[in-house]
């Protein structure tokens, strides 16, 4: 079983940055896979970043503006935001895989104003 705190959210305008971390404590030896999740005001939670065996991929509303990397060093996950738009505004979950198990941190919001 492993724990996530997820933090990093905020207000930033339009056109700026955030970096999203998500620290995974508990014991483990290695990930399966990792994501970052986005849920709108209203809509339904969506995967926007994974990265599994060292591959990537986006949701294509963040392709080229988000990254989402991994720091063994300190068991943390990333989600590095740029050029942000009032439409990535909501809830950002991140969740790892081991084995058939997955977990969820709590959540850190993100709103970008215009």
């Known amino acids: 079983q492993v724990q996530l705190q997820a933090s990093g959210g905020g207000l930033v305008q339009a056109g700026g940055s955030l970096r999203l971390s998500c620290a995974v404590s508990?014991?483990?030896?290695?990930?399966?896979?990792m994501g970052w999740y986005h849920q709108a005001p209203g809509k339904q939670r969506e995967l926007v970043a994974s990265?599994?065996?060292?591959?990537?991929n986006y949701a294509d509303s963040v392709l080229g503006r988000f990254t989402i990397s991994w720091d063994n060093a300190k068991n943390t996950v990333y989600l590095q935001m740029n050029s942000l738009k009032p439409e990535d505004t909501g809830v950002y979950y991140c969740?790892?895989?081991?084995?058939?198990?997955?977990?969820w941190g709590q959540g850190t919001q993100v709103t970008v104003s215009s």
């Open positions: 969740n790892v895989r081991i084995g058939w198990s997955s977990s």
């Open positions: 508990g014991r483990f030896v290695t990930l399966n896979a």
């Open positions: 990265r599994s065996g060292g591959s990537t």
